[in-house]
Structures are given as C-alpha cells and as structure tokens.
C-alpha cells in the first residue's frame, strides 16, 4: 500500500545554479571579504589561494569555484515529520491576552522553558530576560537551559570571558562547545565572532558559518544578485574558518531576510520572503543541505496575520523539502509567546498531516463498495471507512470544525479558550526527570558563583 505525497518546489536548473556559483567566485576574487582583525589577516597571508590587501581577503578564482563543485552532494531523503524547536532569544514577552509585550524576567523564562520542555522542544532560550545583567546574562542563560530542559542551550557568546565560564559548564555538563561566525552583509566577517573562535581554536568541537543578506537592503534586489552574494559570503567564511580553524568541524549555511521598503523593517512572512526562501532551499540542496525556516511573522501579536503568514511559510516551505522549522512563538523579532507557539505546533501538525499524503490502495472492490452505498446511503459504515479513517483524517487539538450551530448547542469552547486549556495543562504537569545529576549541579552552581563575582566586578 503506497501514499501519494505533494512535493512544490520552485524551479531552478543547473545552469542558473552554475551562473549563481560563477558569480560567487568573481565576488570573493575581485571584491573580496573585510576581516579586520589583524592575527587572522596575518595567518591567511600564509595560504597560497589567498590575497591580502589592507583588511580585505580575496581568493583565488578557480579555488572557490573547485571547492564549491567538490561539496556537490545530493540531498538525503526525508519523511513527512517536521522538527520544530522553539527560541529566539526575544527580549520580551506577550501575556495571553495582551497586545503590549513587557520586559521578560527569569521567571518568564524559566516558565517557557518548562512548558517548551513538556512539549519536546529544543531550541535556544526563548527570552533573555532583563533582570540578570549583561553578560552574566549569557552566562546564565545556557546555566538555565541545561538544568532546567533537556534539548535547549544558550545563545550568543560575546566574549573571551564569558566564553570561558561556558566552556567550563560544557565540560561539566558533557555538552559539545561550539560556536557561530556570523557574516554580516555585504562581504564582511564579524569580527567579534571571528576574534572568539580563534581564542578556543584548540577546544571548539564546531563552527558554524551563516549569513542573512536583505534583498534590495544590504544584496541586490534580484535573484541572480542576492543569491550570489549569500555563497559568496557563507562559503567565504566557511572557506577561512577551514584555513583558520582546521581541526573544527565546520558548516555553512545562509538565510534570505526579507525586506519590505513601505514599512522600512523586514518583511517576514511576505510573499517575496517565501520566493526567497524557496530559492534558498534549492541553492543549498546542490550541497546537500536542507535549511531551516523560520516561524516568521511581522504582524503585531498572536493573531490572523501571525497565523495566515506562519502557515503560508511553513506549508510552502516542506512541500519544496524543508523539514526544520525555528523560533516557534517568536513574534517578529521582538517578544515571545505561549498561545503563538501552541499555534505554531498546531499548524506543524496540520502540514505533517498534508506531508503525509494520501493512501492509495489500488486493490479496493469500490465497485462493491459504491453499490452498498447506494443501498445504505452513505459511506460511513462500509469496511474500509471503518479501517482507516483514524489514520487518514487527522483531529486537530486547537482548530474546530463543528458547524455553527453544534458550537452553539454542544457549548464548544472558542480558540483562545482551548489555548488556555492547553497552556494549563502543560503547565500543571509535575517534572518528570532531573535534568542533571546532583554532582554536576553543584558544578555548574560553583562554575556560576566564580561567574556572577568576576563579571559583576568586570562592570564595577
């Protein structure tokens, strides 16, 4: 018994896809990288495809182009189930029923990491809240995720001292100690990133490279352009963190950010980001990758645009392959909330259940089958209906499809009635395992003491 399964992919062929590499290859040979950091631009002077001049980096032609053809790699088959984590990192939180986000504290945090954590999720932290200082605060952070959830970690390091106090608590814990290079748009390494990596060079178990161009902001507006530069800039870190970094496992990867000039901010969740992120896809499926989407929304709360732009992504998105959805609750940039991710669940769910497709089961007697309901009248009671309408007609926990007047006369709860039941629910559930044993506790505890009292003083 086979399933017939919907696939949209946006089409790009080989030769377009050999014109974006070319273009990549002339950018970082005749305009080349900004790297200003003086250790890393000494280092590369040492590598035969590379040219210095001033702060910038250039390499060689032919090198990025044998390079970019020796990591040609098919993409790897994938079932319909979607992984999706929370995060984002958002400095506020959106209460249910609210339309004013407020500063997140501890608390908040710890609340959604609870939640997050009865649902199965990973991530990183969902807010960063306001009543710990920076940078203890980044400290603190992973400090938190480890004891408190088992998928979730910190976030952004920013410095050698903090980066210590995490390393120390990775040991401790048995967590893998990596790090991001960010590029920042147009052709430029961050150079904080870059400055950190090469202070652990000995102990990073990863790095991982990526870039967010904007179309029409910080790339060109149209495809050809913007695509170009994104290779350029991610396979140009990637290409230096190698020579730099050697004995690190090393990734990259990019994401297309939309930008919408009416509002002057980012246009997540527009049509022209879902353009975007298709050719994204099938840009990195010729290096066999697949990347991950984002639950974008730049509407201002939990509420139909959230909704109508997260599915529109999402759906889009898996059909042409994607199978990793982030920052589920994330509202724009900016806040985090508990009703928008039990949304953005329901509506992975929803896509898993498209994803899945339909059965096909070429045996079927539906001659028979027609002719018994001719007699009855309806479908309902005949055998196959029986066997396998559970597994084909997928219930929904959040969305009703009861008509009106059943709503009325079953006295059915509304939605934002049903995302309260929900969030109670999980919130009401006792913990269910200690996250770390009680030795590793104590560790992480003195590790955070020696933290609070040398990074306090570094502010003093």
């Not at 954590?117 to 605060?137: T, Y």
């Not at 049509?271 to 896809?281: M, W």
């Not at 509407?299 to 994607?322: N, P, S, Y």
């Not at 055998?383 to 309408?389: G, N, P």
Request: hydrophobic share 45%; with cysteine; aromatic share 8%.
């Amino acid at each position: 018994m086979a399933r017939l399964v919907p696939r949209a992919v946006l089409h790009i062929d080989e030769a377009q896809l050999d014109l974006i590499e070319e273009e990549a290859a002339h950018l970082l040979a005749y305009v080349g990288l900004e790297v200003p950091l003086a250790e890393a631009l000494e280092q590369l002077c040492a590598f035969s495809e590379v040219r210095v001049r001033g702060e910038r980096v250039y390499l060689e032609e032919d090198y990025v182009s044998k390079q970019l053809r020796s990591l040609h790699r098919p993409t790897a088959d994938v079932d319909w189930r979607l992984e999706v984590t929370a995060g984002g990192g958002a400095l506020n939180i959106l209460d249910a029923g609210s339309t004013s986000p407020r500063p997140a504290t501890t608390a908040d945090l710890l609340r959604c990491f609870r939640v997050c954590d009865h649902l199965g999720l990973g991530g990183d932290p969902p807010v960063v809240p306001h009543d710990i200082p920076m940078p203890l605060c980044e400290v603190a952070l992973y400090k938190l995720a480890w004891q408190h959830t088992r998928a979730f970690s910190g976030r952004d390091i920013s410095s050698v001292a903090v980066g210590e106090y995490v390393y120390e608590m990775a040991i401790a814990t048995g967590k893998p100690f990596s790090l991001p290079l960010y590029m920042i748009s147009p052709l430029r390494i961050n150079v904080e990133n870059l400055a950190l990596a090469l202070h652990f060079r000995e102990r990073l178990n990863a790095i991982a490279v990526g870039t967010m161009p904007m179309p029409g902001a910080t790339a060109p507006l149209l495809a050809p352009g913007y695509l170009a530069q994104a290779l350029a800039e991610a396979f140009g870190g990637y290409a230096i963190a190698t020579m730099l970094l050697p004995q690190a496992r090393t990734e990259f990867g990019f994401k297309l950010l939309a930008f919408d000039p009416y509002a002057n901010a980012l246009g997540c969740g527009s049509p022209e980001s879902l353009l975007q992120g298709q050719l994204e896809v099938a840009l990195l499926a010729r290096y066999g990758k697949r990347p991950v989407h984002h639950f974008w929304s730049m509407a201002g709360g939990a509420d139909q645009q959230a909704a109508a732009e997260r599915m529109a992504g999402i759906l889009l998105g898996a059909l042409a392959g994607v199978r990793s959805f982030g920052v589920a609750g994330r509202l724009q940039g900016e806040a985090f909330s508990l009703e928008q991710l039990l949304l953005d669940l329901e509506i992975a769910y929803h896509v898993e259940r498209i994803l899945r497709g339909q059965l096909w089961q070429p045996e079927g007697n539906w001659l028979q089958e027609t002719r018994r309901a001719l007699e009855e009248g309806t479908f309902l009671g005949h055998d196959t209906t029986a066997a396998f309408f559970r597994q084909e007609t997928w219930q929904s926990r959040l969305f009703d499809r009861h008509t009106f007047a059943d709503r009325i006369t079953l006295g059915l709860p509304g939605l934002s009635e049903r995302l309260r039941t929900w969030l109670a629910e999980l919130e009401s559930r006792p913990d269910e395992t200690l996250h770390l044993m009680p030795e590793v506790e104590r560790e992480l505890e003195r590790i955070y003491e020696s933290a609070v009292h040398s990074l306090q003083m570094r502010r003093l």
